[in-house]
């Protein structure tokens, strides 16, 4: 059974940080590219950053030098680190684990509360 566990959301104050993770199970870790999107209440769910084991790393252009996302493929766990957030971050934040041969096999977690808000 896949697992993904999402957590470290929570409120901050605009220009804060938080680190979010996801502890995957039932995965092998390195085939998955991993990634981090968001839905914003009455929006759509978008890419936030999605990494590759050993691979290209990936940005929205609304996040990039203010995000960073990692992997440790010992701990199956992925990272995003967030900073100088905005409240147009304010989100639910999702953990995904995309095969990087299977399409099909895509698996999402239950998101985590992001808000940004003084």
């Known amino acids: 059974q896949v697992q993904l566990v999402e957590s470290g959301g929570g409120l901050v104050q605009p220009g804060g940080s938080l680190r979010l993770s996801c502890a995957a199970s039932?995965?092998?870790?390195?085939?998955?590219?991993m990634g981090w999107y968001r839905q914003a209440p009455g929006k759509q769910r978008e890419l936030v950053a999605t990494?590759?084991?050993?691979?290209?790393?990936n940005y929205a252009d609304s996040v990039k030098g203010r995000f960073t996302i990692s992997r440790d493929n010992a701990k199956n766990t992925v990272y995003l680190q967030t900073s100088s957030l905005k409240p147009e971050d304010t989100a639910v934040y999702y953990c995904?684990?995309?095969?990087?041969?299977?399409?099909?096999?895509?698996?999402w977690g239950q998101g985590t509360q992001v808000t940004v808000s003084s």
């Open positions: 995904n684990a995309r095969h990087t041969s299977v399409g099909s096999w895509n698996y």
């Open positions: 039932g995965i092998i870790f390195s085939m998955y590219t």
């Open positions: 990494v590759t084991s050993g691979g290209p790393i």
